[in-house]
C-alpha cells in the first residue's frame, strides 16, 4: 500500500469514527429529549412550582427593603410599625403568608431596661414583654416587633434568635453580606414543642444614621407558604426537600404516582430539591416513545452501509486492480506470443496505416518497429501488378472480407521474396471497420528448399540417366549392326544386357516419380480428357508388347464424358493397372477393362484371371516396394512402386482405388474419377510451372 | 549433306551420336549451351539436337530461346532430347519440334526422327 492509500485508509476510519461518535452523542442527545419531551407537562408544572416559590421569596425580600425604607433611620416606634402594615397592601395580596418582625441587638446589661421600655409603649400588646429564652450570651437578638397572622408565630414576640443556631448563622452572614439571606431550614418546635411547623426567615440588616447595624428585619415563611396557590396540583403531588429532609408535600394525587421528576433549585444561595409526581402515565405517539430506538437502528443501519460501501469501494477498487493486472498480464502473454511467432503479424487502421508489428514483420520486412508505425505495409510492397492492389483493397475494404494469395515483396535491403499473405478485416458488430490484421508467410526459404528438391531431382535424372541412355544407345547400335555382325551369342548377351539397362532404366524412372510425389512436385494438370482415346492408346500400346498372349477386352462408352484430368498421369494409371494385369496372368488369359459413369463419376474396372494377390498381403499391395509373394516368384524384376504411384495418382485427383482378389483366380481393379480433378498439389488454374 | 548441330554436354552420348550420325550427317558437337548459341548462329543447321540439362550459364532452355529469337535460327527444327521428364511440355510450347526422354528412346527411333524430318523439308 502506498502513501497516497495509507493516507486515504486514515481519512476512512477518521470518518467512521467521527460517523460513530456523532450518532452515539445524538443518540443520547435524541434519548433525552425524548425524556423531556414525556415529562414536558410536568416540567413545565415545575417551572411553575419554582417560579412560585422564588417569587414568594423575592416578594418577601421586596417587603423587607420596603419596609426598611418605610422605617427609614428614625425612631422606631410600634406605632409606626403598625402603621406600615395598614398603609402597605401585603395582607390584602399576600394574606398569611409572611409574618414580619423586627430583631433588635440588645446587650445583655441593657435588657432589663430593654424589656421595661417595651412594657411602658403604652400598647397592650407588650404589657408582658419579655425576653425569652436567657442565654446569657453577649448580645441578644429579641424580637421587637412581630407583624403575623399565625396564632403560633405571634407567640413568638420577645423571643431571642440567639437560641437558634440556624437563625443566628443566617444573621451573621446578613451582616457579612449586607444581602437579603436565607436562612436553613428551621422547626417551630424549637421554641413550640408541639408544633409541626418549619419555614424558613430572610433576614435583612437595619442600620442607624451612623451605618452601624442595631437590628434586622426578617420575613418568616412557613414551608406551605413557599408553594401558595398559584398552580394547580389537580393529579400532582409535589414535594420540596431541602437535602435528605422532606420539609413540605403537597398536591392531590388521583392514583398511584406513576410518573416522576425531580429538579434541583437554587434559592436565595440555598439548594432544594423538588419533586413532582404525576399519577398519569404519560405517553407520546409510538413513534416519539419508540424514537431512540428507531433511530439507534437507523444509525446502525446507516453505519453498516457505511462500512458496507466502503468495504465494496476498496475490495472492487482491489478486484479492478486485481483483474487490470491479469488483463495486462494476459495481454503481454498475447502480445509475447504473437512476438514469438515467425509469421510476420501487422496491424493496421482501416486505412492501412500500421499501427502494430511484430518481431517477426521487422525481420521478414527489414525495417524496425519505428519505422513502420504510421506508416502503410506498402513501405514493402509494390512489386505486384497494379491490378493485384486493386482487387486486395476491394476485397478486405469494399467486401469486408478476408484476401490471401502469393505476394511479392521487397525488403529493406532491395531483396525481392515471395510470400503467403492474408489479410483480414475486423469488424465490430454494426461490420463497421475496426482494423485490419495481415499475416504473412515468408516464403523464400520454403521456396529455396522447393528449389533446391527440384534441382536435386533434376540433377539425379539427370546424372542417373545419363549412363542409362549411353548404355541403352550403344548396346542398340551394336545389336543394329553399326559396329559389325554379330554372332548368335553375342547377340543374346546383348540382348541381356539391353533387357537388364532397361529394367534399370524403369526402376529409376519409378523412384524419380515417387521422388517427385513425395516432395509435392507431382502437378496436376487438368485438361479436359477423353478417356476411351486415352485407355485405347495405352491398351494399344501393350498389344504391342505381349504380342497375342492375351485376350484384351474392352467395354467403354462411346459418349463417356471428358473428364478434366492429369493426361499423363492417369495415363500412367492405366499403364500401370494394364501392364500388372498381363505380368500376373498367364498366356491365354483374359483382361477385362470397362470404363463408365456412375453417380456423377467415372469408374474404371480392369479384371484379370491369374495369380491373384494371397489375402494375407492384399493389405500391403499399395505399400512402396512392396511385392507379393507370388507376384515375385511369377516376375522377378518389379520395383514395387507401380501401385504405389498409381495409388497416388488417383487419390491426388480426388478418386478412390481398391480391389478383389483370389488366389488363383485373378484380381479386378477398381478404381472412380471425379469428372474434375478436384485435389491437388498446388493446382495452378493458368498451366502449369514446370521446373 | 544435312547439317545437324548437335547441343549436349555428357561426352559418352556426343560419342554415340557421332558414331551413329557422323557418316551420315556434316555433325556439329557443342557441348554447352554457349558454344551451341554461336555454332547454331554460325553454322546454321538443317537441324538440332538439343540437351536440357547442362553446366554453365546457359541451360537447353536458354539455348532454345535464344535459337528461336534469332530470326536466322528461328527456323530450324529442333529435337530435344532429355533426361528430364517436366521438361517436355515447357519445350514444345517454345517452339521445339519434337521431346524425347534418353531413356525412352535410343539413336534408331532418333534417326527415324531425322529422316522424317528431312523428308519434310526436301
Known amino acids: ?691 | 549433306m544435312i547439317k545437324l548441330l548437335i547441343i549436349e554436354d555428357d561426352l559418352l552420348l556426343d560419342e554415340a551420336y557421332r558414331r551413329k550420325f557422323g557418316e551420315k550427317y556434316d555433325v556439329r558437337v557443342a557441348t554447352d549451351g554457349e558454344s551451341g548459341i554461336k555454332t547454331a548462329s554460325t553454322f546454321i543447321p538443317d537441324m538440332i539436337l538439343l540437351d536440357i540439362y547442362m553446366p554453365g550459364k546457359f541451360n537447353g532452355l536458354d539455348v532454345l530461346k535464344e535459337i528461336k529469337k534469332n530470326p536466322q535460327t528461328a527456323q530450324i527444327p529442333v529435337l530435344v532430347i532429355t533426361n528430364l521428364p517436366d521438361a517436355i511440355e515447357r519445350v514444345l510450347e517454345m517452339g521445339a519440334t519434337k521431346c524425347f526422354m534418353k531413356t525412352d528412346v535410343d539413336l534408331n527411333n532418333i534417326e527415324e526422327e531425322l529422316q522424317k524430318l528431312t523428308a519434310k523439308t526436301e
Request: aromatic share 10%.
Open chain 1, 1 to 691: 500500500m502506498n502513501n497516497k492509500e495509507r493516507w486515504r485508509l486514515f481519512l476512512i476510519v477518521l470518518t467512521s469514527l467521527f460517523l460513530l461518535g456523532g450518532s452515539i452523542y445524538m443518540w443520547i442527545f435524541i434519548n433525552r429529549s425524548v425524556e423531556d419531551r414525556k415529562h414536558r407537562d410536568l416540567n413545565l408544572t415545575l417551572d411553575k412550582v419554582e417560579d412560585t416559590i422564588r417569587e414568594r421569596l423575592m416578594t418577601a425580600t421586596g417587603i423587607l427593603y420596603d419596609l426598611r425604607g418605610f422605617l427609614g433611620v428614625s425612631e422606631l416606634s410600634p406605632e409606626k410599625w403598625r402603621k406600615y402594615f395598614e398603609v402597605s397592601s401585603l395582607e390584602e395580596n399576600h394574606p398569611g403568608s409572611y409574618s414580619i418582625a423586627y430583631v433588635e441587638m440588645v446587650r445583655k446589661e441593657n435588657i432589663s431596661v430593654f424589656e421595661e421600655l417595651m412594657r411602658n409603649s403604652g400598647d397592650s400588646k407588650y404589657l408582658n414583654y419579655m425576653v425569652f429564652p436567657k442565654t446569657g450570651e453577649d448580645i441578644s437578638y429579641p424580637i421587637k416587633y412581630l407583624h403575623t397572622t399565625d396564632p403560633d408565630v405571634s407567640v413568638l414576640l420577645g423571643f431571642d434568635f440567639q437560641y437558634s443556631d440556624r437563625t443566628t448563622a443566617a444573621f451573621n452572614q446578613a451582616t457579612l453580606t449586607g444581602e437579603p439571606t436565607l436562612s436553613e431550614l428551621t422547626h417551630l418546635d424549637l421554641i413550640i414543642p408541639s408544633s409541626k411547623k418549619t419555614g424558613y426567615e430572610i433576614v435583612l440588616p437595619v442600620y442607624d444614621r451612623a451605618a452601624s447595624q442595631i437590628g434586622f428585619l426578617g420575613a418568616w415563611i412557613n414551608s406551605e407558604g413557599l408553594m401558595g396557590t398559584g398552580v394547580d396540583m389537580t393529579g400532582l403531588r409535589y414535594s420540596l426537600f431541602d437535602g435528605d429532609e422532606k420539609i413540605f408535600t403537597s398536591g392531590r394525587l388521583g392514583g398511584e404516582p406513576l410518573t416522576h421528576i425531580n429538579r434541583e433549585v437554587e434559592l436565595l444561595g440555598h439548594n432544594f430539591r423538588v419533586v413532582l409526581e404525576s399519577d398519569k402515565m404519560f405517553k407520546l405517539s409510538s413513534f416519539e416513545e419508540n424514537l431512540p430506538t428507531i433511530f439507534l437502528a437507523t444509525i446502525i443501519v446507516i453505519l453498516l452501509l457505511w462500512v458496507l460501501s466502503v468495504y465494496a469501494i476498496l475490495s472492487s477498487r482491489r478486484r479492478a486492480v486485481v483483474l487490470a493486472d491479469l488483463a495486462t498480464r494476459d495481454l503481454r502473454k498475447f502480445k509475447q506470443a504473437v512476438d514469438g511467432v515467425s509469421d510476420h503479424v501487422i496491424i493496421t487502421d482501416p486505412e492501412g496505416v500500421i499501427m502494430y508489428a511484430n518481431k517477426a514483420a521487422e525481420e521478414i520486412t527489414g525495417y524496425g518497429l519505428v519505422e513502420m508505425i504510421g506508416k502503410k505495409p506498402s513501405l514493402w510492397g509494390g512489386q505486384m501488378p497494379k491490378e493485384f492492389y486493386e482487387n486486395f483493397w476491394k476485397t478486405i475494404k469494399y467486401d469486408k472480407r478476408p484476401f490471401w494469395g502469393e505476394i511479392r515483396n521487397r525488403r529493406k535491403s532491395g531483396e525481392l521474396y515471395e510470400a503467403e499473405m492474408r489479410v483480414s478485416p475486423i469488424l465490430d458488430d454494426k461490420e463497421n471497420l475496426l482494423f485490419f490484421v495481415g499475416i504473412e508467410r515468408d516464403l523464400s526459404k520454403f521456396r529455396a528448399i522447393e528449389k533446391m528438391k527440384t534441382e536435386f531431382i533434376s540433377l539425379a535424372s539427370h546424372q542417373l540417366r545419363t549412363p542409362l541412355s549411353g548404355v541403352k544407345w550403344f548396346v542398340e547400335m551394336m545389336l543394329s549392326g553399326d559396329a559389325g555382325k554379330l554372332t548368335d551369342l553375342q547377340t543374346k548377351y546383348l540382348s541381356k544386357i539391353k533387357e537388364s539397362n532397361e529394367r534399370e532404366i524403369q526402376l529409376v524412372n519409378a523412384l524419380l516419380n515417387v521422388s517427385r510425389i513425395e516432395s509435392g512436385r507431382i502437378i496436376i494438370l487438368s485438361k479436359k480428357t477423353n478417356l476411351k482415346n486415352l485407355v485405347e492408346s495405352v491398351v494399344a500400346d501393350i498389344k504391342v508388347n505381349i504380342g497375342g498372349e492375351r485376350n484384351i477386352e474392352y467395354d467403354i462408352g462411346e459418349n463417356l464424358p471428358e473428364v478434366e484430368v492429369d493426361p499423363d498421369l492417369i495415363k500412367h494409371v492405366y499403364n500401370n493397372l494394364l501392364s500388372n494385369a498381363v505380368m500376373y496372368s498367364n498366356p491365354g488369359g483374359k483382361i477385362e477393362i470397362k470404363v463408365y459413369p456412375k453417380d456423377g463419376r467415372i469408374l474404371t474396372e480392369i479384371k484379370d484371371n491369374g495369380i491373384g494377390i494371397p489375402k494375407a498381403e492384399q493389405p500391403r499391395v499399395f505399400e512402396k516396394f512392396f511385392r507379393a509373394s507370388n507376384a515375385t516368384k511369377k516376375v522377378t524384376e518389379g520395383t514395387g512402386l507401380g501401385l504405389y504411384l498409381t495409388k497416388t495418382i488417383v487419390e491426388s485427383s480426388g478418386g478412390k482405388i481398391w480391389f478383389t482378389s483370389a488366389v488363383g483366380r485373378g484380381t479386378t481393379f477398381k478404381f472412380w474419377l471425379p469428372l474434375k480433378a478436384v485435389k491437388g498439389k498446388m493446382v495452378e488454374p493458368e498451366g502449369g510451372k514446370i521446373i
